[in-house]
């Protein structure tokens, strides 16, 4: 069964574009998964059940959130908490360690988490996977640089949580077959930015997602999750395709 991976980044209202989805999108977003049946899970659980074999059950979807911003705390969180769901969330080391605002590329400085508040989230069943330490397309980097931004970032995670890090997702979702392999010699499971459901068959070490700045409309994201696939999916996943080929 193919599984919604969906992929967030702050959940707030600083500023335009897909790196910041509305809180009202959200919560129309959780509305509509829940009065389905829905059940949100994290990248880790997903790929335990399909190595083990298991079918998961319907209607369950995986949250992920790059970047680690602090509405994740705030804005997120409780909602998920209300419905006993799990996510998955993504830290670039370098812009915690600051402690300021991060821009992360679209002209928008924004709040991050604190080492403390994801020591408290992850006490608390939020999964923290690694996001690189510089957060730079580690496909512009020299290959010694590119391994130590996968390898020091899982280490300096599971130096602040004290919990495994089973994941990676690398910046940008780019990442060639060379950045993968080393990827799988630290981690379980990656995940990238192609647009599309996980299915059976999917590499677990470029898992595909659901960019949910496209389902901004509650009727569009509720035709989605009722029909498994619409004609605005698919004009939106073949322009994606489109710009991942480009930029390759």
């Not at 809180?23 to 059940?39: E, M």
């Amino acid at each position: 069964m193919a599984v919604p991976i969906l992929m967030y980044h702050s959940v707030s209202d600083a500023g335009p574009g897909p790196v910041s989805l509305p809180s009202s999108a959200f919560r129309d977003q959780v509305a509509v998964l829940a009065d389905t049946g829905a059940r949100g899970i994290t990248v880790s659980q997903y790929v335990a059940a399909r190595k083990a074999g298991g079918e998961l059950p319907r209607g369950t979807v995986v949250l992920t959130f790059d970047d680690g911003y602090r509405d994740f705390a705030d804005r997120v969180f409780p909602v998920l908490q209300k419905h006993g769901w799990g996510a998955t969330v993504f830290v670039p080391i370098a812009p915690v360690d600051e402690g300021r605002p991060w821009d992360c590329g679209d002209g928008h400085r924004r709040e991050l988490l604190s080492w403390h508040e994801i020591g408290e989230l992850a006490s608390n069943g939020v999964e923290f996977g690694a996001h690189s330490i510089n957060h730079t397309d580690l496909t512009r980097l020299p290959a010694e640089d590119a391994r130590e931004e996968i390898a020091m970032s899982g280490e300096r995670l599971y130096e602040q949580t004290g919990r495994r890090v089973e994941g990676f997702a690398p910046p940008f979702g780019r990442a060639d077959e060379a950045l993968r392999h080393e990827m799988a010699r630290h981690y379980s499971w990656s995940v990238g930015t192609r647009l599309d459901r996980a299915w059976g068959r999917s590499d677990l070490f470029d898992l595909p997602r659901i960019e949910m700045w496209y389902f901004r409309s509650r009727r569009r994201w509720r035709q989605y999750v009722l029909q498994g696939w619409t004609g605005y999916f698919a004009v939106h996943q073949a322009m994606r395709a489109f710009e991942n080929w480009r930029e390759s």
